[in-house]
């Protein structure tokens, strides 16, 4: 006997950034009601009649239909999707999910738009088979996430196994975050996990803004739960996102273009206008580009790229195929983009297109959703080209690398977006010696080194800001977990200057949330810190932290101390 019929339907949760306040994908949720006829009934009848897989994969397949169908009244349709599947279903091969790949097709969407979440029960499974289909389901375009850490029998074995891009921290941990030690302690542990895999780290079950607080203190980037949706615990939600709650956090570099300043007003006509319709408004105005396919809440459903489209039209045939047909027959999926988002995060969207299409103009949507205007792709390119070439201009001559208005601008960004974070400031112990002894040859040699040592440490990380201040001084911005690894980096290295022994000196401050106001105050903070770390004889690093007299020596002759900075 198959499993029960139960009537599926899903709701949408958005996966929210806390550092641009912007939904960043979303994920299905699965209702059909309680007890008898709840998902979690159909999927147990499912497994114990051999359907399990084929329950599950039918469930994602519908879930996709439901979001392609309804995603325009949202705003949210071009998102990333994530799709809930089982250990067990995935574990019975990349053969099973045919059908889903069947169904992207037809909405129009590709796997790698997609995340699938992989979730417990993970012991009834052998890890040998989940991770060949983990690697065949990547094969095919689809991105991995895992769910459920921290309550899940997942095996750490399988964690730095699997290849997954994601991995979601159950709402348990997230709710006991918050004056617990030990939680904040696995989720300090993950996130330091994933930034040497480069996966997303997310925190689910945010139901407060005591959650949320908590979840930006210790550095997470990506959250969801009740808060954002305004759902309470455990109640239905409407599919219906709302702004995260950190909108005016939202802080871009000032050298740094972004998208509204590229903004051009859009060729707009209602969603439901004839190919003829278009046709006469590309006439009409010969700057027009594009025209851009708009609903009754001016949220964007099509664009037209005039040269494609005029192509099609004038062809043999062409007026008589299409002249009053809808002309979303002749019409493409928009580009889209925030406002708010960077010229760079711009240029992703149009590199992640077809190649036919990185031309075309890119939609400008608010919050909203609703169309803004357009951008067009080579007024981006030249902006970007032109604060490349300003910022090339202040670059050190010697390292390469850009001054010190680099980083404090960083540590200012994260002081606004009340980020945790840790500044550092590295330099050569007696350098003017070393310039006396070895020769001025042998010390810009050394800068050089000590300058391609902290790139390449900060290639293999995320959230590293480099800066050269000038002679022999490195300032350093990062996030909390990443200052370790810059530290071996400089630390267990043997330097010298045309033979001659150096030793340097790291100087580190861990701010947490609005423990300091400016950059200003992070220099004041860094200078006796400085100071201190010359003290220790031999490569040194200590560390401090703001409204605290008291520093760690971490590393140095004479072992780990904690001393006042004026000692």
Not at 431 to 454: H, M, P, Q, W, Y
Not at 468 to 478: P, Q, Y
Not at 489 to 501: C, F, I, K, Q, R
């Amino acid at each position: 006997m198959g499993p029960t019929q139960i009537a599926v339907s899903f709701a949408f949760q958005p996966l929210y950034s806390l550092h641009t306040g912007g939904a960043v994908a979303l994920e299905a949720l699965a209702r059909a009601g309680t007890g008898e006829h709840s998902v979690a009934r159909l999927l147990d009848e499912a497994a114990r009649a051999g359907r399990l897989a084929e329950t599950d994969v039918a469930l994602a397949a519908h879930a996709v239909r439901q979001e392609a169908e309804g995603g325009a009244e949202t705003g949210e349709a071009l998102l990333p999707l994530h799709l809930n599947l089982t250990a067990a279903s995935v574990a019975e091969g990349a053969a099973r999910f045919t059908p889903l790949l069947d169904v992207l097709d037809e909405v129009g969407r590709r796997p790698r738009e997609v995340v699938l979440e992989i979730g417990p029960p993970f012991s009834r499974v052998r890890p040998a088979d989940l991770l060949d289909s983990m690697a065949a389901l990547t094969d095919l375009g689809f991105r991995l996430a895992l769910d459920g850490l921290g309550r899940s029998d997942l095996p750490l074995a399988l964690l730095a196994a699997a290849p997954v891009s994601t991995l979601k921290v159950d709402g348990t941990l997230t709710a006991h975050a918050a004056g617990n030690t030990a939680s904040a302690a696995v989720f300090e542990s993950l996130l330091h996990f994933a930034s040497r895999t480069g996966a997303r780290l997310v925190a689910t079950g945010v139901e407060n803004t005591a959650h949320f607080e908590v979840v930006r203190g210790l550095g997470i980037r990506v959250a969801q739960g009740p808060l954002f949706t305004g759902t309470e615990p455990g109640g239905r939600l409407d599919g219906v996102t709302t702004p995260l709650p950190v909108t005016g956090d939202r802080v871009a570099s000032p050298a740094a273009p972004r998208v509204k300043d590229f903004l051009k007003p859009a060729t707009t006509l209602p969603a439901s206008a004839t190919c003829e319709d278009v046709r006469e408004a590309l006439a009409a105005s010969e700057r027009a580009t594009g025209i851009v396919g708009v609903d009754q809440h001016d949220r964007p459903l099509w664009s037209v790229d005039r040269a494609r489209f005029l192509l099609a039209f004038t062809g043999p045939y062409g007026h008589a195929l299409h002249a009053k047909r809808s002309a979303d027959r002749l019409a493409d999926t928009p580009h889209t983009i925030d406002a708010e988002a960077s010229a760079l995060e711009l240029l992703d969207v149009v590199a992640d297109a077809d190649w036919d299409r990185t031309g075309d103009d890119v939609v400008v949507v608010d919050r909203r959703g609703r169309c803004l205007g357009v951008v067009l792709v080579t007024e981006v390119v030249r902006g970007v080209a032109e604060a490349k070439v300003e910022e090339a201009t202040a670059l050190s001559p010697l390292t390469r690398l850009p001054g010190t208005d680099t980083v404090a601008r960083d540590i200012d960004r994260r002081i606004a977006a009340r980020e945790p974070f840790v500044t550092a400031w590295l330099d050569v112990d007696a350098f003017k010696s070393v310039n006396d002894k070895a020769g001025f040859a042998a010390g810009d040699d050394l800068i050089r080194e000590l300058g391609r040592t902290l790139s390449e440490a900060a290639a293999r990380l995320h959230r590293v800001t480099i800066s050269h201040v000038g002679g022999d001084d490195f300032l350093v911005a990062c996030d909390v977990d990443e200052i370790a690894t810059l530290a071996a980096a400089v630390l267990d290295t043997s330097w010298s200057a045309d033979g001659l022994p150096v030793s340097v000196s790291l100087a580190t401050l861990v701010c947490m949330t609005a423990s300091v106001g400016s950059y200003r105050d992070v220099s004041k903070l860094l200078a006796p810190l400085k100071k201190r770390a010359k003290q220790v004889p031999g490569s040194s690093w200590v560390l401090g932290r703001p409204g605290s007299d008291r520093v760690e020596v971490l590393r140095g002759k004479g072992g780990r101390d904690v001393r006042s900075v004026g000692a």
